[in-house]
């Protein structure tokens, strides 16, 4: 595990085409408007200007832009996080209902100084969501809220249509991967979010590159699917500076294909591999291909 005084080039297939047109504008536009952050810009996700360019879709981050850990992979700021915005679920819920949303993904950074890992106003964003926009979908990617079962309680009663939260790495990697946060801990979060609502849709993401070998990914996502996760998405690790660890490997699409192949054999309704897929990418058409593939009778009708 390195870092890395440079950011090596990147294959090919890795190429992103950018799009400034005035859908990302737009979009750019009401974040602003909104006072809001996006996972999009903070951690400088690959995919900005296909989701704001193309899909108008955001990922919009909670409670504030300053993470109380450091993980090693990520790049948005990290320290001592300013005070709760009580009025940040409403205008999230207004900037969703103005971009006409069908499909949103909310995330938050950790929380560690609130006694509740910011839960509560994760349920409050969500319910906002839902009073504002009803016919939007919500998918939330939660911090691990220390597995404390009474916090993960607080953000299923909202009723999220996706409860996620990523595993990030393998078993092996993860203390070296991320900050204050455990491998057993995140199988326990999804475990205890599957229980509280057995009929709800759980999905967990993994990024590849940092070292793990195909059989840890394996192991990975067995251990997902023992604990009831749904949905798994694939995608290449990126360097987003020179601060953050290294790249060890890219994996090219057709091992993403093979390794998606192996994970719909393990019995996952649905999984996105790529190289560019990250957590929330496509998030909108990954949940209606769960639901038609769960329930075949589903219609939009």
């Not at 967990?204 to 059989?215: F, I, P, R």
């Not at 393990?266 to 591999?273: D, V």
Request: glycine share 8%; aromatic share 6%; proline share 4%.
């Amino acid at each position: 595990m390195r870092k890395s005084t440079r950011v090596e080039r990147k294959p090919d297939w890795l190429k992103v085409r950018l799009n400034t047109n005035d859908n990302y504008k737009y979009i750019k536009g009401l974040v602003r408007e909104g006072r809001l952050n996006t996972v999009c810009e903070e951690a400088r996700c690959p995919n900005i200007h296909e989701c704001w360019g193309e899909q108008r879709t955001a990922t919009f981050m909670i409670l504030g832009d300053i993470c109380t850990r450091r993980c090693r992979f990520c790049s948005v700021k990290t320290g001592v996080p300013g005070a709760v915005d009580t009025g940040e679920p409403e205008r999230l819920a207004a900037s969703v209902g103005g971009m006409g949303l069908r499909h949103v993904v909310i995330t938050m950074v950790n929380r560690d100084d609130l006694p509740d890992g910011g839960a509560a106003v994760l349920g409050e964003t969500i319910e906002a969501v839902h009073r504002g926009a009803p016919e939007c979908a919500v998918e939330v990617l939660a911090s691990d809220l220390m597995a404390e079962r009474d916090s993960i309680a607080r953000v299923a009663r909202a009723q999220p249509e996706v409860m996620s939260h990523n595993i990030e790495t393998v078993r092996r990697l993860t203390p070296q991967i991320r900050s204050r946060s455990t491998y057993e801990r995140s199988l326990e979060f999804l475990r205890i979010a599957n229980e509280l609502d057995p009929e709800g849709t759980t999905k967990s993401s993994m990024m590849l590159g940092l070292g793990e070998s195909k059989n840890e990914i394996l192991e990975t996502m067995d251990d997902l699917r023992a604990v009831g996760v749904s949905i798994i998405n694939l995608g290449q690790y990126l360097q987003p500076a020179r601060t953050n660890i290294a790249v060890e490997r890219y994996y090219d699409p057709k091992e993403f294909a093979q390794l998606k192949h192996a994970a719909l054999e393990k019995g996952f309704s649905h999984c996105e591999a790529g190289p560019l897929v990250r957590s929330s990418y496509h998030a909108g058409e990954q949940y209606e291909h769960y639901r038609r593939r769960v329930h075949p009778f589903y219609s939009d009708e």
